[in-house]
């Protein structure tokens, strides 16, 4: 077995702590001296006088100022023997020292010993002493462990909390559907193998690429793939591990981290979410961070202090690259800027056959299929996907994945668990209602995107879901598909207005409500698609970051915010009514589809179409994904 002085220690000390106490009864509190021969037995010092004035004491030591006496004396009752008795005087007892001189008894008065109170003082001392040299010895043995407590001893010298992989196994093979990225990227490769051929021309090596993209979109693979292509070492570290509560600990773990991977040239530096310590500097709110600051300027001193061919190559990370400081950005630092976005069908085609190659597809599992029918997923939600379908299908105990499960796992990824259907009750036939108001507005709409298929089995947070195959292929959204989707989107509280009446409508619309006034707004103040014209006045999301520019203010007056207000609110009354217009018209549909999905409890695209076209016209539209 390994010796551990962590182990060792923490037995030591409660058995410390114990001792300590059982010194301190036995020692601390009396004499050294009187310890010696110190009677067991006790004497009051009532029965001592009489003893005294019978003539049976022999001889008196008085200790501790005369507070105390051994008393020797004969013992009646045990054949006369003569013994000791420990006896506590009263203070004030002066008569006593005239009594024993009348009586002959021989005493003798101890001085207070000293090396009583130095042994007391001692046993004081030895244990804070041992306590603290353990306390040592625990915190610079934990201290090597990652996360132990040690951190807190020595803070100053920041302890490495990057990661080092020798070989990462990840070939450029793994990565898929970012096809832009990855031909840049290839690039890097060749730097690290061959940096002569560059350098023999007289070119100088980037120091920095900036990987920029949605999470999960494989920004982290590609930098592994690129360590691992060409058999370098790869150092991982995250941004927000920079930031600490110590002021210096990320600028000295930023010079450890160079420090390391100089010794370890040629390598990847990768540093994960480095908008954590990237962000502008100066400008937060409530007094800029010191330490992100630090942290940060040491970075750029790193990365200035290297030779371009010294065969470092730091690839960074973020979703965030418009809060980034621009002295990042500045050549010489992350002077390329790598897009890696969300995959497209062909993409995400390209990314299942990278994750179906371990796993075990039914013959009649079309992976062309899946690509369709997942629009939006990244890698990360693909991989993800294949997992998910494949404890699924182990859980049914079946040979291999088949189109049930994925679909089943589709769900499952985009809308969260599956939960147990409501009971027939009114409230399961309001959802019904409601979920029947989205399908059929969305179905009569000739803007909007097909129904996929309608369930009142509830997932996530939604009691009853209507999905819809949205087209990603047309980059462009028009004015008309915007108000069928904000219209779609009322249906399901129309259907509750027009079918229970004002009085009755739930919060079951409250995301829908949520979701199409976002619409709404985008419409009116960043698209143009109102009366006030094409103007633009909101620059992005309006979102609040602290990095940058959080001074600016809204880029109109109050009197256009008011008549902003007023539009939106026209184009969602619009939609509303013609979403109550459509259900009304067809309230004999509605109820019947409302019986069926509640009888059925999912209903399909094609199957709710057929039903709709046997009371009125469906607009026709491309199926864009089938399954
Ligand atoms: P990011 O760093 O961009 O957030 P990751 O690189 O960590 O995303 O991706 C997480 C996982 O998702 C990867 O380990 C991989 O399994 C899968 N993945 C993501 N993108 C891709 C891709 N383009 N090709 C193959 N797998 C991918
Ligand atoms: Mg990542
Ligand atoms: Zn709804």
Not at 55 to 71: K, N, Q
Not at 155 to 181: L, P
Not at 401 to 409: G, Q, R, Y
Not at 586 to 591: E, G, K, Q
Request: glycine fraction near 10%; charge should be negative; charged fraction near 25%.
């Amino acid at each position: 077995m390994k010796f551990s002085w962590k182990v060792l220690l923490l037995w030591t000390l409660p058995a410390l702590v114990i001792g300590f106490f059982f010194w301190q009864g036995a020692f601390a509190g009396a004499p050294a001296d009187m310890t010696k021969n110190a009677a067991n037995t006790r004497m009051t010092y009532g029965r001592f006088l009489e003893y005294v004035d019978a003539g049976r004491v022999s001889s008196v030591d008085l200790y501790e100022g005369g507070r105390t006496a051994i008393v020797e004396a004969v013992d009646q009752d045990i054949e006369n023997r003569v013994q000791r008795w420990r006896v506590d005087l009263p203070v004030n007892a002066p008569e006593l020292i005239s009594k024993l001189k009348d009586k002959g008894i021989s005493f003798d008065a101890h001085p207070m010993r000293n090396d009583g109170a130095i042994w007391g003082l001692l046993g004081n001392l030895v244990f804070p002493i041992l306590l603290i040299t353990g306390l040592f010895f625990l915190f610079r043995r934990s201290s090597n462990l990652p996360g132990g407590p040690g951190q807190a001893m020595n803070f100053g010298k920041s302890r490495a909390r990057f990661q080092m992989e020798a070989k990462t196994g990840v070939k450029f093979d793994d990565v898929a559907g970012i096809e832009e990225a990855k031909e840049e990227l290839q690039e890097v490769v060749t730097f690290l193998k061959q940096p002569e051929r560059f350098t023999a021309v007289g070119a100088r090596i980037p120091k920095g690429v900036l990987l920029v993209g949605p999470p999960g979109t494989g920004k982290t693979l590609l930098a592994k793939a690129i360590a691992g292509e060409a058999g370098v070492p790869f150092f991982s570290i995250s941004g927000s591990e920079f930031v600490e509560m110590f002021v210096g600990v990320g600028a000295s773990r930023v010079r450890d981290l160079f420090k390391k991977a100089k010794d370890n040239a040629p390598c990847i530096i990768f540093i994960d979410e480095i908008d954590a310590v990237g962000r502008q500097r100066g400008a937060g709110i409530g007094g800029g961070n010191d330490e992100r600051e630090q942290t940060l300027n040491q970075l750029l001193t790193e990365m200035d202090g290297f030779e371009g061919n010294t065969g470092i190559i730091i690839i960074a990370a973020t979703n965030r690259p418009d809060v980034l400081d621009s002295a990042l950005l500045r050549p010489g630092r992350f002077d390329r800027q790598v897009t890696v976005d969300a995959p497209d069908i062909k993409g995400r085609l390209e990314i299942l056959q990278v994750h179906a190659r371990n796993k075990k597809l039914d013959p009649s599992v079309s992976l062309d299929a899946i690509a369709r029918r997942t629009p939006g997923f990244t890698g990360a939600d693909l991989a993800n996907l294949l997992n998910e379908a494949a404890i699924l299908t182990a859980r049914r105990r079946k040979e291999g994945i088949t189109l049930t499960e994925i679909d089943d796992a589709v769900d499952r990824v985009v809308a969260g668990m599956e939960g147990t259907p409501l009971v027939d009750s009114k409230s399961k036939r309001l959802i019904a209602y409601h979920e029947v108001g989205h399908a059929l507005v969305g179905t009569l709409l000739k803007d909007h995107d097909p129904v996929q298929k309608v369930t009142l089995i509830p997932r996530g947070q939604a009691q009853g879901l209507t999905w819809f195959t949205p087209n990603e292929e047309q980059g462009l959204i028009s004015r008309s598909q915007l108000k069928a989707r904000i219209t779609g989107a009322l249906g399901g509280r129309a259907a509750e207005e027009v079918i229970f009446g004002a009085a009755e409508v739930t919060t079951g619309a409250g995301g829908d409500l949520q979701q199409l006034s976002g619409m709404a707004r985008q419409m009116v103040t960043r698209f143009g698609m109102s009366d006030l014209g094409p103007l633009s006045l909101e620059s992005q999301q309006g979102e609040v970051f602290l990095g940058r520019d959080w001074t600016t203010r809204s880029e109109y007056s109050e009197s256009i915010a008011s008549r902003i207000d007023g539009q939106v609110r026209a184009i969602v009354e619009d939609c509303y009514e013609n979403a109550k217009k459509l259900i009304r018209d067809n309230r004999s549909v509605t109820d019947r589809l409302v019986d069926l999905l509640i009888e059925k409890e999912t209903i399909d695209g094609a199957e709710f179409r057929q039903i709709v076209a046997e009371y009125t016209d469906v607009p026709e539209k491309p199926q864009y994904a089938q399954l």
